[in-house]
């Protein structure tokens, strides 16, 4: 019987993703599953005062965001949620396309009973922070943007020809067969290559993605995720010939990563940006250089609007 029972453990600890060296949120947070837009959207909330909320993007999932969260909470609410198929959120069959899942924002806000929140965004999260702000103008009163292009946004042609971008287009009928199973190898090649210094993205934490990726449907939802980028495309020159967004907006890049091109991309869909550039990073900007990060995403929101 205490063979049986350890091997039951041993089970259910391999089932458990991974949690060494990620950066716990604070104690003060709690998790809940919240119904939005048709979809479960899985939301840490924390904290007291003016809102403001963090989506993630691909390779990684709210949990990133732990050293910002613990530095707004003192005087923030704070809503982190995993997008739509990706960590800890539900896996629907569709509506993958930033466009919906800016509903899948308004209708976490809405269950919390917020209505204007500030937006940090990162990778992915970027393209579905812009389809809210762009939805509900009146509903963003600052923006931060990190670190990846807007789907028909700018340069975004000539971002495509990047070679390092071959993921935007990967896919196919055999795409989940091959990285069944090789999640962490397929995962560690974004890490790797979008890392100004790799090491600066930790084992543990790759471990701990890694694990979340793995989860059924998790990778099928993440192609999911770029296969919508031509629609996103089109969406986006729908929300850009109704003019720009005019709530004021930080635009990050990794030094050696996007750079001053995010403030470029901005450029195009708000009017008043400010660029900025981290210092000896490259796109895991929140791994690689966190204290910089979230010291200029607090100067940013501490200034009057």
């Known amino acids: 019987m205490f063979r049986i029972l350890l091997a039951a453990v041993g089970l259910l600890a391999a089932a458990v993703p991974a949690l060494a060296d990620v950066p716990p949120f604070p104690s003060s947070f709690h998790t809940q599953e919240i119904a939005a837009n048709g979809t479960s959207i899985h939301v840490r909330v924390g904290g007291h005062g003016p809102a403001v909320v963090l989506l993630h993007g691909y390779g990684e999932t709210g949990d990133m965001w732990a050293p910002l969260a613990a530095d707004l909470v003192r005087d923030h609410t704070v809503v982190v949620p995993d997008l739509r198929g990706l960590g800890l959120s539900a896996h629907p069959a569709g509506g993958y396309d930033k466009k919906n899942q800016g ?47 807007l789907p028909g946004v700018g340069p975004w042609d000539e ?9 935007f287009r990967f896919g196919g009928p055999d795409m989940e067969r091959l990285v069944a199973g090789r999640e ?21 934490s790759r471990q701990h993605y890694a694990a979340l990726y793995a989860l059924p ?38 030094e ?14 708000a009017v008043h940006v400010q660029p900025l550039v981290i210092a000896d990073s490259g796109h895991w900007l929140m791994e690689e250089q966190p204290t910089a990060t979230v010291a200029a995403v607090r100067h940013f929101l501490d200034q009057p609007l």
């Open 159 to 167: 971002i495509l020809k990047n070679p390092l971008l071959w993921h």
């Open 256 to 269: 050696k990563s996007f750079g001053l091109t995010m403030a470029t991309v901005m450029g195009f869909a």
């Open 217 to 254: 449907g998790a990778m099928h939802d993440g192609f999911s995720q770029f296969a919508a980028f031509d629609q996103d495309a089109k969406d986006n020159q729908t929300f850009l010939a109704q003019g720009k967004l005019t709530m004021p907006v930080l635009a990050i890049g990794g």
């Open 184 to 204: 962490r190898i397929y995962l560690d090649r974004f890490w790797n290559e979008f890392s100004a210094n790799p090491s600066a993205f930790s084992e543990g």
């Open 103 to 149: 509903y899948d924002v308004s209708g976490v806000l809405d269950a919390l009973h917020i209505g204007k929140t500030d937006l940090i965004t990162h990778d992915i999260g970027n393209m579905v922070g812009y389809a809210f702000a762009a939805e509900n103008p009146g509903r963003v009163t600052r923006f931060v943007l990190m670190d990846a292009p």
